[in-house]
T-cell receptor, first 113, second 108 residues
Framework: DADVTQTPRNRITKTGKRIMLECSQT?????MYWYRQDPGLGLRLIYY???????NKGEISDGYSVSRQAQAKFSLSLESAIPNQTALYFC????????????FGDGTRLSIL | KNEVEQSPQNLTAQEGEFITINCSYS?????LHWLQQHPGGGIVSLFM???GKKKHGRLIATINIQEKHSSLHITASHPRDSAVYIC??????????FGKGTHLIIQP
């Protein structure tokens, strides 16, 4: 089983719909992150969380919200999806020690028509 | 905000060639990461380094903190090394700043 699991893996939906992407981890890490990847732009940070009571905005948080339901679960929501949110979304985790690698989920490919 | 530049953006080479991918960043950092992304999309961490050099199999990563520059080398390249290689920097705990990636193709 994967250490960092994202669901769904693929989603096609329509403009204006509410979408939730879910991430769960079995690594016991405190820190969780949501990134989006667009062709030619690289990955960019949307939100990050250090624990269930600590949520922080990243570089491109507008149009998104998150929920840290438990140490192991971090969800990303698009309240009213728009086409330019079409992208590949990654969840990642890391240990509370700063100098530790991040562990990525397999990604969610989201298409908004 | 740290700016991360990778070069080249695209690289096609023959099997067996020595490969070098470069990464430069603008602001001092705690650590630099090299990541690999295969066509299926998944991202794997290859190296995390804050000084010197690390080696894992045919992969070698170096960093020069003073020059704000890192290189990823692949020796005896193989078609299975074909992937996107991504440099990322982290100055603290608040996530990473990524380069745009280098798309590497190794032809048999």
């Amino acid at each position: 089983d994967a250490d960092v699991t994202q669901t769904p893996r693929n989603r096609i939906t329509k403009t204006g719909k509410r979408i939730m992407l879910e991430c769960s981890q079995t690594k016991g890490h405190d820190r969780m992150y949501w990134y989006r990847q667009d062709p030619g732009l690289g990955l960019r940070l949307i939100y990050y969380s250090f624990d269930v009571k600590d949520i922080n905005k990243g570089e491109i948080s507008d149009g998104y919200s998150v929920s840290r339901q438990a140490q192991a679960k971090f969800s990303l929501s698009l309240e009213s999806a728009i086409p330019n949110q079409t992208a590949l979304y990654f969840c990642a985790t890391s240990d509370s020690t700063v100098l530790r690698p991040q562990h990525f989920g397999d990604g969610t490919r989201l298409s908004i028509l | 905000k740290n700016e991360v530049e990778q070069s080249p953006q695209n690289l096609t080479a023959q099997e067996g060639e020595f490969i070098t991918i470069n990464c430069s960043y603008s602001v001092g950092i705690s650590a630099l990461h090299w990541l690999q992304q295969h066509p299926g999309g998944g991202i794997v961490s290859l190296f995390m380094l804050s000084s010197g050099k690390k080696k894992h199999g045919r992969l070698i990563a170096t960093i020069n903190i003073q020059e704000k520059h890192s290189s990823l080398h692949i020796t005896a390249s193989h078609p299975r090394d074909s992937a996107v290689y991504i440099c990322a920097v982290g100055g603290g705990a608040d996530g990473l700043t990524f380069g745009k990636g280098t798309h590497l193709i190794i032809q048999p």
